[in-house]
């Protein structure tokens, strides 16, 4: 279904928009609805400009975040430390005391802990521990750090920190999150996962409409701003943009644009889920862009160039996407790498991902797609193959 955000966008086309002039929004809209997106939002100076659904999503329909749940873990953190309740450089070990005895655990910060560069093994994305198995189940691969790895167990252990640092206070996580930063910018969560210990989950779980996650990226957008009322300073916010050695494209809980390889400018930072879940923003040009689906066939790189073209460029949204990277297979074997030119057969599109359709007669499909969500995107396909050659 479509909104009546297309009509605004042609509106403003037709007053010499900066934004209309110079971004090829709807290039970039059909692409989206091509590849089974869901919503398409597009903010200029703070004003919603564009506002379309897909393939049978609605405004009013709360959608998955999957991982781009994370980034709330990130501005929780500077508000708590602006509070006085951590210090991001603090030892996770100081209140997770079960970690003082290892070598490693005991030396981890809590910035490594959120930017995921402490050396602890991100652990099964598609399984979540609680808060309490998270920290009995984490182990340490690497110097704190000097290591990046992406997984559920760095963000359970986050949440259950937190839990410890608000329990004199005898507050919830949920509950403060809640107070000091949901509420003040009038962000409604439809749903939130949950642990076994009724504990919201912090890698993924949340669960809102396109509208509301849009409230958050314009807070973030603001540098902290709602309304004219500060609810946290921009100096502290910014530490969400700082990329360590461990991996210069990820900050504390947002992705960043540091490698060059986009072509969005460089000071485009976002939170980002599985089904291709994005929030784009975009300082320089004033911009956010909300973006909801359960993709396939989706490239990141072709909707960015769609967007960021010159409006009128025309694109055939039919053709494959440039990129053929799927399940590449540094193993020598012959065999084994017979399996990953296979697959890279089978990903017409160079999406890094298959969906059952392209993946008929393989018969490990349904092993390989470990969330059970009907695709197999490439980090399933190389934890996979990497199974493979352990045996």
């Keep these: 279904m479509k909104s009546w955000g297309a009509f605004i966008f042609f509106g403003l086309l037709m007053g010499g928009s900066v934004l209309a002039e110079t971004f090829n929004i709807e290039a970039a809209a059909k692409y989206l609805e091509s590849r089974n997106g869901h919503a398409l939002l597009v903010y200029h100076q703070g004003e919603l400009i564009f506002e379309e659904y897909y393939n049978g999503h609605t405004a009013r329909r709360g ?23 951590i210090d991001l450089d603090e030892r996770v070990s100081d209140t997770i005391t079960e970690w003082k ?12 802990l959120i930017t995921l560069s402490s050396g602890i093994d991100g652990g099964d994305n598609g399984s979540v521990p609680s808060g309490k198995e998270a920290v009995a189940m984490a182990t340490s691969k690497g110097k704190p750090g000097t290591s990046f790895s992406y997984g559920p167990i760095p963000f359970q252990v986050w949440g259950e920190l937190m839990k410890r640092k608000l329990s004199p206070q005898d507050e919830s996580v949920e509950a403060y999150l809640k107070r000091k930063l949901l509420d003040p910018i009038g962000l409604t969560i439809e749903f939130w996962r949950k642990d076994d210990d009724g504990a919201i989950q912090f890698p993924s779980g949340a669960f809102v409409t396109a509208r509301e996650w849009a409230k958050f990226g314009l807070f973030v957008l603001e540098g902290g701003m709602w309304n004219g009322e500060k609810i946290v300073s921009k100096n502290a916010l910014q530490q969400c943009f700082d990329g360590t050695k461990a991996n210069p494209n990820y900050g504390l809980t947002f992705w960043l644009n540091s ?48 967007f960021f073209s010159q409006p009128g460029t025309t694109f055939n949204d039919r053709e494959g996407d440039r990129r053929n990277a799927i399940a590449s297979d540094p193993d020598s074997n012959t065999n084994r790498a017979g399996i990953g030119a296979r697959l890279r057969e089978m990903d017409i599109n160079g999406d890094e991902q298959l969906t059952k359709e392209e993946a008929k007669g393989w018969e490990p499909f349904d092993e390989v ?19 493979q050659r352990r045996q």
């Design 63 to 85: 959608h998955r975040l999957a991982s781009g749940t994370k980034s709330f873990s990130g501005v929780l953190a500077v508000i708590a430390e602006g509070e006085g309740i």
């Design 101 to 112: 005895d290892d070598k490693r655990l005991s030396r981890i910060t809590i910035r490594q």
């Design 259 to 306: 490698s060059g390889r986009h072509v969005a400018p460089e000071d485009m930072v976002m939170a980002a889920g599985k089904g291709k879940q994005k929030l784009y923003i975009i300082p320089s040009q004033e911009l956010l862009i909300v973006q909801l689906a359960e993709a396939q066939g989706y490239n990141e790189q072709a909707f960015l160039e769609r």
């Design 369 to 387: 797609d470990a969330d059970n969500d009907g695709i197999a995107t490439g980090q399933e396909i190389r934890t996979y193959l990497q199974a």
